[in-house]
Nanobody, 123 residues
Framework: QLQLVESGGGWVQPGGSARLSCAASGFRFDDHAIGWFRQAPGKEREGVSSISRGGGITKYADSVKGRFTISRDNAKNTVYLQMNSLKPEDTAMYYC????????????????WGQGTQVTVSS
């Protein structure tokens, strides 16, 4: 059974850091690009970052460039999102998603989704 399970969310103070993990199972992980998306209450889902199958190509939304870093460990079927210098506007539910072949930041391109992990940035 195909699964994507996010973890690592929680409450963080502004300026702090958090690392999200996305653990995959039930499909050929290294054949899929992985994306991170987020959705805040009352807002549309936003593409945050994505990484290619081998990890050589990464994409970031302008709002997180220079603060977030995506990486993957295909031996562990896991993708990470390191988030630094967090801001209150980063507060959202964060989802990871998988798609075959090329990486994008367009949520409609992705076939498989996790249940999400909440990140709250507040003092």
């Amino acid at each position: 059974q195909l699964q994507l399970v996010e973890s690592g969310g929680g409450w963080v103070q502004p300026g702090g850091s958090a690392r999200l993990s996305c653990a995959a199972s039930g499909f050929r992980f290294d054949d899929h690009a992985i994306g991170w998306f987020r959705q805040a209450p009352g807002k549309e889902r936003e593409g945050v970052s994505s990484i290619s199958r081998g990890g050589g190509i990464t994409k970031y939304a302008d709002s997180v460039k220079g603060r977030f870093t995506i990486s993957r460990d295909n031996a562990k079927n896991t993708v990470y999102l390191q988030m630094n210098s967090l801001k209150p506007e980063d507060t959202a539910m964060y989802y990871c998603a998988a798609k075959r072949f090329s990486t994008t930041l367009v949520s409609d391109d992705y076939d498989y989704w996790g249940q999400g992990t909440q990140v709250t940035v507040s003092s």
